[in-house]
């Protein structure tokens, strides 16, 4: 199994910053990608941005320019430095885990989710 621990979530007003970690431990063999994903009350679970092992990155094209992935290879830790943020970014962020397992079983493990909200 794997345990994510997520911080960085709170309460900040419409141009201000804010950065999740995500710290991943457990029965890794692996940690192939690392990503945030985002839900707003009614709507669908969305891809914030991902970044794997390699360092290659991707982001949703609502936060690109505003939003710096990065991941911590030694420590299994994923950053997500928000800057600029708005109103509309404001939902529960959840961070996600790709790899491999110790008994070489591949794993897609979500963490509780840590709520952002950005007030007007």
């Known amino acids: 199994q794997v345990q994510l621990l997520e911080s960085g979530g709170g309460l900040v007003q419409a141009g201000g910053s804010l950065r999740l970690s995500c710290a991943a431990s457990?029965?890794?063999?692996?940690?192939?990608?690392m990503g945030w994903y985002r839900q707003a009350p009614g709507k669908l679970r969305e891809l914030v941005a991902a970044?794997?092992?390699?360092?290659?990155?991707n982001y949703a094209d609502s936060v690109k320019g505003r939003f710096t992935i990065s991941g911590d290879n030694a420590n299994n830790t994923m950053y997500l430095q928000m800057n600029s943020l708005k109103p509309e970014d404001s939902a529960v962020h959840y961070c996600?885990?790709?790899?491999?397992?110790?008994?070489?079983?591949?794993?897609?493990?979500w963490g509780q989710g840590t709520q952002v909200t950005v007030s007007s």
């Open positions: 457990g029965s890794i063999f692996s940690l192939d990608a």
């Open positions: 996600n885990a790709q790899g491999v397992l110790r008994d070489r079983k591949y794993y897609n493990f």
């Open positions: 970044v794997t092992s390699g360092g290659r990155s």
